[in-house]
């Protein structure tokens, strides 16, 4: 319903006036530079950049014009400058490799800055080697779409990908980011969609957002980031039908939740990370439909997590199914399939009929004594995990699954 | 001495228990690597049948070999060949036609489906892990006079090395969870050779992102260079130590 009317909103974003113009700007021209285009254009004419490489010194483009690229001008910034400020709303800008923006600890040097402005469209544009890719602060009605990142995998000198600050409203769609600090960082945004984007080997989070309510982020995929996907302080967010996969290594997760509440966690894969999901101080999130496959912890839920409910996902293949720090409370497991699971079901029903308890004895051992980890795989943990299978009543977290699956949840 | 091991390998060869042994171990290897697509998950699962088998076997099997060629050990006695020839010729014949075993049934199914620098710690531990206990073996069988009594020994050892020992450790680290154990762990570690084959596998298999603070100071130890010639000298140790004293005792013992 809000991604419609964004796009409602957007049909009426470009009035295309019927005196406007379209200025070419190509290399060895008189408009040889965007700069120039700019000052001569008006509001709603077109500029088409021809191919070619321009130098563009912080570019400002202060009127509301679209900007086309042909056959994927190059705008470089050769590390002395932003390449690209835009500062007036029903901008579109599109087709542009844009690269080398300055970098430095005192300013955050963006490819594409976008500066209070409404009703832009970033689209098809391809950026190498900025400090940050895209940077949009203060703005509302936005969509970034289909741009390929890439940053520069320097760990002193990188920004984020896809920066938002204090943003209402914008649409993420079809980007891929590689190689920068976080693959797309949220502060402040709020009634945002994500979705249909690629995060993959950024050094620090793929996903990163703090205090950014109401949020959807649908069909990404976070891959191999150096440390996973990281949501903080944030409420009534959905997180449907993404990909987690091989965010791998010590404190490395495939979700981190902080301080998350109302939250709806559906439909996800966790594929070979070291933790599925791990949650702190995180209250009434439903974590449904999800699949939970080969890894280290699916899930770490601490004592400090309220009133949650883990339905209707498929645990296979993972080291721990769930592991905790103290009692879980109001923590509610119900309907999932456990591939650890060996009761039975007389009656046929598909669900079992004695209840499973996800955290297992030896989980709580390393728990209260992490050197015992080092007795992985040995026969006596073999032996303790059968026993606790034959003698349920000595694990000792009350947590259970009363009605867990026989059969794995299809798709 | 070699030409006692010849002789001791051509007996053991024809004997069907290897075959048995070595058609186990194949059909292990075999299935799990056929049945699961992801090769680290099959090696994994293979690490666990191996620790427990490969000390099983080795070390009863050479027990009641050593048994039963009494006699054969008693005329070579009565030749003039010394004592100590004779014990390591009979090592290298029974070690031998184990490792074959070993061999044929683990190492060439992981170097066809999963040639790595971890099916390589596997194959290697592996030997070491068979030697080891058939050094053990060796000993067990020469205190004692008794077959039953050696096998019984034998088997004690197994069952001490693969559970009560690590049932201790997880005592040990209970009681004394108050205090920095982590460099205590890798002393204890080393007491046990199937704890140094599990763990120098497992450090391999990158589970150690896993194992928190411990594992990385176990990575940091066992993977470095330093580490690796400690784990390959303890488990050497555990070779010869044992051999060792089983040349000491069989050099007096009134056969």
Known sequence: MRSLIVKIGLLFMLPVPVWAHTIIVAPGTKVATLKQAVTLAKNGDTIRVEKGTYISLNTIVDKELTILGQNQPVLDARFQEEVLTITSGHVKLDGFIIKNSKTGSMRDFAGIRLSNVEFVTISNNILVNNFFGIYLSNCKHIQVLHNHITGSNNIENSGNGIHLWKCKEILLNGNYVTRHRDGIYFEFAKKCLIENNFSEKNIRYGLHFMFSDDDTYRHNTFKNNGSGVSVMYTRRIAMLDNTFIENWGSSIYGVLLKEITDARIEGNHFIRNTTGIYMENSDRITVTHNDFISNGWAMRVLASCNKDHFTQNNYKGNSFDVTTNGTLKEIYFNDNYWDKYEGYDLNKDGTGDIPYRPISLYAQIIEQNPQSVMLMRSFIVNLIDKVERAIPSITPESVKDEKPRMKPWKK | ?255
């Open chain 2, 1 to 255: 001495m070699l030409k006692i091991a010849k002789y001791i390998i051509l007996d053991i060869v024809r004997s069907k228990v290897l075959l048995a042994y070595t058609l186990l171990l194949l059909a292990i290897s075999l299935t799990i690597f056929l049945s699961d697509a992801d090769v680290t998950k099959g090696l994994v699962s293979i690490t666990t049948v191996i620790l427990i088998i490969v000390p099983l076997v080795s070390i009863v099997y050479a027990t009641t070999y050593y048994f039963n060629a009494a006699e054969f050990t008693e005329m070579l006695v009565s030749q003039p060949i010394s004592r100590r020839n004779i014990l390591l010729g009979k090592f290298i014949g029974i070690s031998s036609s184990i490792l074959l075993a070993f061999f044929i049934g683990v190492c060439i199914p992981v170097c066809l489906f999963a040639f790595s620098a971890t099916g390589i710690t596997l194959m290697i531990s592996g030997c070491l892990l068979t030697l080891s206990f058939i050094s053990l073996a060796f000993l067990t069988s020469t205190i004692t006079r008794d077959k039953a009594k050696g096998i019984g020994l034998a088997l004690m050892l197994w069952f001490y090395f693969s559970i009560i020992f690590d049932g201790l450790v997880l005592m040990f680290l209970t009681l004394f969870a108050d205090y920095p154990l982590e460099k205590a762990m890798i002393v204890l570690t080393a007491l046990n050779p199937i704890d140094l084959a599990r763990i120098l596998i497992l450090l391999q298999l990158d589970i150690s992102a896993l194992m928190g603070y411990t594992g990385a100071l176990y990575q940091e130890f066992f993977g470095s260079g330093i580490g690796i010639v400690f784990s390959l000298l303890m488990q050497m140790i555990w070779i010869i130590v044992p051999l060792f004293f089983a040349l000491k005792i069989f050099k007096k013992k009134d056969l």
